[in-house]
Nanobody
Framework: VQLQASGGGSVQVGGSLRLSCAASGNTASYNAIAWYRQAPGTQRGLVAAVFRDGKTQYADSVRVRFTISRDNAKDRTYLQMTELKPDDTAVYYC??????????????WGQGTLVTVSS
C-alpha cells in the first residue's frame, strides 16, 4: 500500500485548503483512514478519521472547521480545512489502517504535506 498526500500550501488566517490522500495497492480491507499532523517540536496527533462504517472522529481543535470525506471509487480521502489558524500549521499525514489477517492490522503512512498558516 502506498499513500500520496497532496494539497498543502501557504494560506492566511481564515483561509481554506483541501488535502487529498491517494492510495494505491490493496486497500480493500481498510478499517480506518485518518489524517494526523505534526508541528515542529510536537508529537504527531490525530486530526480526523473516517471509519469503514462511515463514522467520523475529529480532534476537538478542528471540529466544525475541518471535514474528512472519502471517495471510495477513486480510493481518495480528503480533508477540507476551513477557518485556518496559525496553530494549524504542521505537516499533515494520511494514514490507512488495513486489516491483513484476523485480529491484526497494519498502519500505512503517506509522506506528509506541509500546511502553513500565516497571520
Amino acid at each position: 500500500v502506498q499513500l500520496q498526500a497532496s494539497g498543502g500550501g501557504s494560506v492566511q488566517v481564515g483561509g481554506s485548503l483541501r488535502l487529498s490522500c491517494a492510495a494505491s495497492g490493496n486497500t480493500a480491507s481498510y478499517n480506518a483512514i485518518a489524517w494526523y499532523r505534526q508541528a515542529p517540536g510536537t508529537q504527531r496527533g490525530l486530526v480526523a478519521a473516517v471509519f469503514r462504517d462511515g463514522k467520523t472522529q475529529y480532534a476537538d481543535s478542528v471540529r466544525v472547521r475541518f471535514t474528512i470525506s472519502r471517495d471510495n471509487a477513486k480510493d481518495r480521502t480528503y480533508l477540507q480545512m476551513t477557518e485556518l489558524k496559525p496553530d494549524d500549521t504542521a505537516v499533515y499525514y494520511c494514514n490507512y489502517q488495513i486489516v491483513d489477517r484476523p485480529s491484526h492490522s497494519e498502519l500505512y503512512w503517506g509522506q506528509g504535506t506541509l500546511v502553513t498558516v500565516s497571520s
